[in-house]
Nanobody, 116 residues
Framework: QVQLVESGGGLVQPGGSLRLSCAASGNIFSIYGMGWYRQAPGKQRELVATIARGDRTNYADSVKGRFTISRDNANNTVYLQMNSLKPEDTAVYYC??????????WGQGTQVTVSS
């Protein structure tokens, strides 16, 4: 089992920045990769960014050049630095991990609202 706790969401104006954090605990040695998804009201949950062993990263086209995913392995934490935020980035952001066994675990979500 892996437990995830997200933080860092909030209200920000267009063009602003936020940094989301996700702290993992439990069977951390089973973690293969970590990532962020988001879900806006009435929309499907979509992949935002992932980071795997070897720090291989992948981003949705809509956030490339604006968002950066990173890991602090010593603290079992993944971050999502979000710059140049747009209203369409408004969503609940969920942290997720994939284990070596192929199982996925999810955090409770943190709200990001981009509005004037």
């Amino acid at each position: 089992q892996v437990q995830l706790v997200e933080s860092g969401g909030g209200l920000v104006q267009p063009g602003g920045s936020l940094r989301l954090s996700c702290a993992a605990s439990g069977n951390i040695f089973s973690i293969y990769g970590m990532g962020w998804y988001r879900q806006a009201p009435g929309k499907q949950r979509e992949l935002v960014a992932t980071i795997a062993r070897g720090d291989r990263t992948n981003y949705a086209d809509s956030v490339k050049g604006r968002f950066t995913i990173s890991r602090d392995n010593a603290n079992n934490t993944v971050y999502l630095q979000m710059n140049s935020l747009k209203p369409e980035d408004t969503a609940v952001y969920y942290c997720t991990v994939q284990t070596n066994f192929g199982a996925n675990y999810w955090g409770q979500g943190t709200q990001v609202t981009v509005s004037s």
